[in-house]
């Protein structure tokens, strides 16, 4: 069965992953940060600006943004100079061209003036932190092994001091799966708009959660967000599960985030060598890769074959998926989670808890928003 067949296809947004280099050595992390890959190499600007090119050249909508996210390893160590000159090429190229430029980083590099170039450009940040210092030094160490906490903190600080407000990725891993209302208080106590909760996979299951204590935490986090923090400070995944539930009600298509989505591809990854994938997600997957910029225009990628071929992995899904009760909203889950080379039963990783989750919100919501009863006049 076709789940879909790509026709209206189109990039969302563009990850730069700028330097493959990182300052921190998160024993977790999909990119794998210490093979011999992980070189302090700096995407030639360049090639920065073909892609600019590409995207620009890809849209047939000139009303659209165009989102740049970034990237790394840890974008910051390329330099606010090296940032000037990709804000000036968009601008260049651009013309009257809207772009939105988001950076993600670990925030340990962010000092005042990193700080003030933010807020001037308008940078939407999002930080990696996985929560208060006991739990984010747990995976989240430097290169020597010591804690990156108040490294982070202070780029926070700084980030703050400068007025710029910012969202955190945090990472749920089989040591804080409990911590839910604590990380929500942390979070909300420093400031956090929004909060993205990422089940922690690894290709080799060494660091990747218990599908159960993802079911806890996210079950835990949403009565707790509802009770304490609704309309104060938003959930990603779990927002996103009631805007398809309220969508689906009303029988309207509305816009998700990649892990709802009904099509992978949409958030295109660059490495810094100029190789194309469909997510960033699938970078680590060298038979994912779909060309490279050098030779590949950015408009041209769904005719390639590669392309094509992820087209059929996205499709490749376990006849289970397709009878589930939750299938509307899950779109079948996540493409880099359920890759037929690591997993025979071709199903998200986690789609047990997924559809636990999924379900406690339907079965939540006439709690949280209740439905009020016209008043009859007399």
Excluded at 41 to 46: A, D, G, K
Excluded at 50 to 68: A, H
Excluded at 210 to 218: A, H, Q, S, T, V
Aim: hydrophobic share 35%; charged share 25%; aromatic share 10%.
């Amino acid at each position: 069965m076709i789940i879909n067949d790509y026709s209206s296809w189109c990039i969302n947004s563009v990850v730069v992953k700028v330097v493959a280099h990182c300052n921190l050595r998160c024993d977790y992390c999909y990119r794998n940060i210490n093979s011999d890959e992980h070189r302090p190499n700096i995407m030639p600007l360049e090639m920065f600006e073909k892609i600019i090119s590409d995207y620009i050249e890809s849209t047939d909508n000139p009303q659209k943004p165009l989102v740049v996210v970034w990237h790394g390893g840890e974008p910051l160590i390329a330099g606010v100079d090296y940032f000037q000159n990709v804000l000036e090429m968009q601008r260049r190229l651009g013309k009257n061209r809207k772009f939105i430029n988001v950076v993600q980083t670990n925030a340990t590099l962010v000092n005042k003036v990193w700080a003030k170039f933010i807020k001037e450009n308008n940078i939407v940040v999002g930080v990696s932190i996985d929560g208060p210092k006991k739990f984010n030094d747990i995976h989240r160490k430097n290169r020597v092994g010591n804690s990156t906490f108040e490294m982070s903190e202070r780029g926070l600080e700084n980030l703050k001091e400068a007025g710029n407000s910012f969202s955190v990725i945090c990472v749920v891993s089989n040591e804080n799966y409990d911590k839910a209302k604590l990380f929500l208080d942390f979070f909300a106590s420093i400031g956090v708009l929004t909060v993205s909760f990422i089940p922690c996979f690894d290709y080799n299951l060494k660091h990747t959660l218990d599908n159960k204590k993802y079911e806890i935490f996210m079950k835990t986090a949403f009565d707790y967000w509802m009770s304490k923090y609704k309309g104060s400070i938003k959930i990603r995944f779990l927002e996103d599960i009631m805007r398809k539930i309220v969508c689906l009600a009303k029988n309207q298509k509305c816009y998700t985030g990649c892990e709802l989505s009904d099509m992978c591809g949409r958030n295109i990854a660059v490495l810094d060598n100029g190789d194309i994938y469909a997510c960033a997600c699938l970078t680590p997957v060298k038979h994912m890769k779909l060309g490279n910029v050098k030779t590949l225009s950015l408009k041209e990628i769904p005719k390639t074959t590669s392309f094509k071929k992820m087209v059929e992995q996205y499709n490749d899904i376990n006849k289970k998926c397709l009878t589930c009760d939750v299938k509307s909203i899950c779109s079948t889950g996540c493409l880099n989670r359920r890759l037929s080379c690591y997993s025979s039963e071709k199903i998200d990783y986690f789609c047990e808890a997924r559809r636990k989750i999924i379900n406690h919100v339907k079965n939540s919501l006439p709690k949280y928003f209740p439905i009020k009863e016209p008043v009859n006049k007399v």
